[in-house]
Structure formats: structure tokens, C-alpha cells
């Protein structure tokens, strides 16, 4: 028998926002800067059966990855690591086969942040200022603890470089299994350099390497932007992505790739990425879609959906993420004719309600 409680949980709470763009924006550059995990990505492209290459080649060349196994949260203070690889280019490292609202957890953003997600006992033997982590208000048992590692006081000969390395060195020595990316500054230099240095420190290194398909759906009607919800638009995309995925359209999904206003469309190609992709390589792929887009006469739109990890320490902007129910952190751009957007962004919320007595 189920318990009558169960029916009083409050639903979960995620935030799901949009807005439209005109042709030259720079929140959509912004937007996708702001993502710095991105693990999935899809492009619809509707009344398409062949995407050019330069599409949907845009993220398998030259966007390996490399696994690093227990690396020590030290290394990445490093004086070494620190003048080479976080100082040059820009860095990325996401610990992996963590959970966000259980484990300890730690990342490096773009913009040279190493940030902690610590539980209780490893934030008060480690050390350093912290806050409680918003899905921990009440029990506080959960931290964030942010480390700029583009200050300039923190640098070999000073105090507070002395106090972090002691306290990421002797107090808590925290080792975690990381995805690492590394866009170098100059193209002379290969992005691979990074691998060779903890190759060089006797860690297991391993290359990974994105995976990519292509799949068609036919016969559908594509919603227009201007008469449906964007929301809307979002939905009928998550059906027309997991219809492409079977031999056999179902009745239903049939019915629901055509419930909407739209035009009818013969063929619907979507594509798709699996992988660690860094923002530069997803700016790209943008820009090569509007181009496609600018040069097609019969495409309506076409869309651009990326989803970062579920258990991701941070989403938008540096936010603080919390899995909760789904981890969903996600945007998606569709691109119309003359270059304007609809933009839609979805997070999980890292506030809990609690039920009121």
C-alpha cells in the first residue's frame, strides 16, 4: 500500500526561462560562454537531408579529451601548472563519476575559478572560506569553496599561496578522477601538452574522443517560432529527437510531431555529440549554422541544444548546480531565416521547499 504522505511532496522545482534576439546579439555569445560543462549536444536541421560537413564535423576534429585518474586538488595549484595552463589558453576539468549532493566534487572554469563542492567534515578540515551550499540551507552539511586561481597574490613566495597549497596539500588531500580540456593560446602549441604533463607526473592518462550520429525523422510538421510557445517548440524537439531514434514511428509520437502549428517538413536530419565540449568549439558550430541558415531558402529554423552535466558543480554564470530530482541544466537556440533567435535556457533549482507543518 502506498503511503498517503507520498502524495505530499511539493514538486521540483526547476527554472526555465527565454527570449528572442535580433540578428547581431551578443547575449547569444554570452550565453554560450556562460556554459562552461557541456556534455551533449543536438542540431535539427528541418526540411535537410544532407548537413555540410563543416557542420557536422564541427565537434568530432579536434575536440579530444582526456581522462585523469586520482589527481591530488594540489596539482592544480601547481607553480608549474599554474604558469602554463592556466595562465595560457584557457582550461577546463570537471571531476567525474562524482554526485553533486553527495560526494565531494571539484571543476576549473574557463575563467580560472578551481571551485569545491565539500561535505561537511572535508570543508572544516580543509580550512578555507566557504559558504553553505544553497540545496544545504538547513542542514548545512554541504560547501562551496572558490579558489581565483588568476590572482595575482596567489603565486609561488606568497602568504596566501603558502596557506591554500598547505590546506589542498596536507589537510584534506582530496583525490578525484577528472575530464581535462586545454585550448592552448597560440595554434602552435598542442592541446595535448596538458596530458603529457600529468603524463609526465606518473598519472593514468587516457585520451577520449567524442561521439557523434546522425538521424532522420519524416513526414512531420515543424512548429512555426512565431505562432507556438518556445516551450512548446523545446517539447516537440525532445519527440522528434526520440522518434528519429526508432525504425518504427509510433501512433503517438506520430500524432504528437504534428499536434503543433507549423509547416509540413519531408525529412527532419538531427545530429548529434556526446563528449566534453569547451564553449569555443560550441561558438563555432554556432556560427556555422547561421551561415548554413543565411545561404538556405527552404529551412524555417534550425536549432542548437546543449546540455551540460547532470552533476556539474556550477551551470549558468557560475551558479551554484544541485542534481535534486533531474541535474538538468540545458539551453537551446533556434536560428530563424534573417538571423534572429528564440532562446531557451532550463535548470534544476538548488532551493528545496519543505512542506509546511
Not at 285 to 293: A, D, N, T, V
Not at 317 to 327: A, D, P, W, Y
Request: net charge negative; hydrophobic share 35%; charged share 20%.
Amino acid at each position: 500500500m502506498i503511503h498517503p504522505e507520498v502524495w505530499s511532496f511539493p514538486t521540483p522545482h526547476c527554472s526555465f526561462t527565454n527570449f528572442s534576439t535580433k540578428p547581431k546579439d551578443d547575449r547569444i555569445p554570452n550565453l554560450i560562454d556562460s556554459h562552461h560543462f557541456n556534455h551533449f549536444v543536438s542540431v535539427a536541421v528541418p526540411n535537410t537531408l544532407n548537413v555540410p560537413e563543416t557542420i557536422s564535423n564541427s565537434l568530432v576534429s579536434d575536440c579530444d579529451y582526456y581522462k585523469v585518474e586520482s589527481v591530488p586538488v594540489f596539482e592544480f595549484i601547481d607553480a608549474d601548472f599554474l604558469h602554463n595552463f592556466i595562465n595560457k589558453g584557457k582550461l577546463s576539468a570537471l571531476s567525474i563519476s562524482t554526485r553533486i549532493d553527495a560526494d565531494d566534487c571539484a571543476c576549473i572554469t574557463p575563467s580560472k575559478k578551481l571551485i569545491l563542492v565539500l561535505e561537511k567534515v572535508a570543508f572544516e578540515e580543509l580550512g578555507l572560506e566557504g559558504k553553505v551550499a544553497n540545496s544545504a540551507k538547513r542542514a548545512k552539511d554541504r560547501f562551496y569553496v572558490t579558489i581565483d586561481l588568476a590572482d595575482g597574490s596567489l603565486r609561488p613566495g606568497t602568504k596566501l599561496y603558502a596557506r591554500v597549497q598547505k590546506c589542498l596539500k596536507e589537510r584534506i588531500k582530496l583525490k578525484l578522477d577528472f575530464i581535462i580540456a586545454w585550448e592552448p593560446p597560440e595554434e602552435s602549441m598542442c592541446p595535448s601538452s596538458v596530458a603529457a604533463y600529468f603524463d609526465s607526473k606518473k598519472y593514468s592518462v587516457k585520451l577520449c574522443h567524442p561521439k557523434f550520429n546522425k538521424q532522420h525523422a519524416y513526414n512531420v510538421t515543424v512548429p512555426s517560432l512565431d505562432s507556438n510557445n518556445p516551450s512548446d517548440v523545446v517539447d516537440w524537439l525532445g519527440a522528434a529527437c526520440l522518434s528519429a531514434q526508432s525504425d518504427e514511428q509510433s501512433e503517438y509520437s506520430s500524432s504528437y510531431l504534428n499536434f503543433y502549428d507549423g509547416s509540413p517538413c519531408g525529412q527532419l536530419t538531427i545530429l548529434k555529440w556526446y563528449g566534453f565540449f569547451t564553449t569555443s568549439r560550441i561558438k563555432e558550430l554556432y556560427e556555422s549554422l547561421r551561415l548554413y541558415l543565411e545561404r538556405s531558402q527552404d529551412t524555417p529554423w534550425c536549432s542548437l541544444h546543449v546540455q551540460g552535466f547532470d552533476d556539474s558543480p556550477v551551470t549558468f554564470s557560475n551558479q551554484e548546480h544541485s542534481f535534486l530530482v533531474s541535474g538538468d541544466n540545458m539551453y537551446t537556440i533556434f536560428i530563424k531565416p534573417d538571423l534572429s533567435t528564440v532562446v531557451t535556457t532550463l535548470t534544476s533549482s538548488s532551493l528545496i521547499r519543505h512542506k509546511k507543518q
